[in-house]
């Protein structure tokens, strides 16, 4: 019999009391006056610690009308899982861009907000810690797209590092955008030399293009939308030769 393999634990806490209590500490460390600046999160209006905090005031008024071991009844329940959703969303980003692989901060400044340590991932030993670069974290799709029959194309799409197909969590579609060339043309520089545009949120799926279409090249990126209509990175290109 084969050994059930063991799901992967999240280090944000599940539970919902401790979450709460846990996200008190996270806000407060990363928005402490040595440790702050060493992130380099923006601050400022229309900021992302801006946006974190719009967050998690919205999270935190939607758990004070829905705690645990209380009955407030579904629709508050419903609005204070959401809000918990979008904030631990952010929260992760904002940790994979700014704080994990930080130099800057120490581990025991990263126990501090709230992150378990493993591994050595941090020496406190910046060359320049009041310029600190941004570590982007790839947020975008894993897609991919195959002609298996003529005159359409099969798109199948997922989190990056991840087995799993369809929609990553914290998003709500996926969008493409794709321009139909000779086999031989050169790739597209970007989505916005593109003159066409798909929206999905099941993987795999069929586009039905025409008969003629047979022995074009398709070439297409792929980005995440948020649950708030926002659009994240862009793919790389990717194509396929339509049959």
């Known amino acids: 019999m084969t050994a059930k393999k063991k799901k992967k634990e999240s280090w944000i806490p599940t539970q919902l009391l401790r979450f709460f209590l846990w ?28 946006n974190l905090l719009t967050l998690q005031s919205a999270y935190v008024a939607a758990y004070n009308l829905a705690p645990p071991h209380t009955h407030p009844g579904s629709a508050l329940i419903t609005d204070r899982n ?56 790839p947020d975008y799709p894993a897609i991919a797209a195959k002609s298996n029959s003529p005159g359409t194309v099969t798109f199948t799409f997922g989190a990056l590092d991840s087995k799993s197909h369809g929609v990553e969590a914290g998003m709500h579609h996926i969008l493409i955008q794709y321009i139909l060339t000779a086999a031989n043309a050169a ?6 030399a593109c003159n066409k545009h798909l929206e999905a949120q099941k993987s795999p799926f069929t586009k039905d293009l025409t008969r003629e279409s047979s022995g074009q090249k398709l070439w297409g990126f792929a980005a995440w939308v948020d649950t708030r209509g926002v659009i994240h990175t862009w793919s790389p290109v990717f194509s396929c030769i339509i049959t």
């Open 23 to 50: 996200q008190a500490t996270f806000m407060t460390e990363i928005q402490d006056s040595v440790i702050g600046p060493l992130t380099g999160i923006p601050t400022g209006t229309g900021s992302k610690m801006a």
């Open 187 to 192: 790739a597209p520089t970007g989505e916005d």
């Open 82 to 137: 959401q809000k918990e959703k979008k904030f631990k969303s952010a929260i992760r980003q904002i940790t994979t861009q700014y704080i994990r692989g930080n130099d800057a901060l120490t581990n025991y400044q990263k126990k501090q907000i709230g992150l378990p340590i493993t591994i050595n991932t941090g020496t406190g030993t910046h060359s320049n810690p009041t310029n600190i670069v941004e570590r982007t974290a």
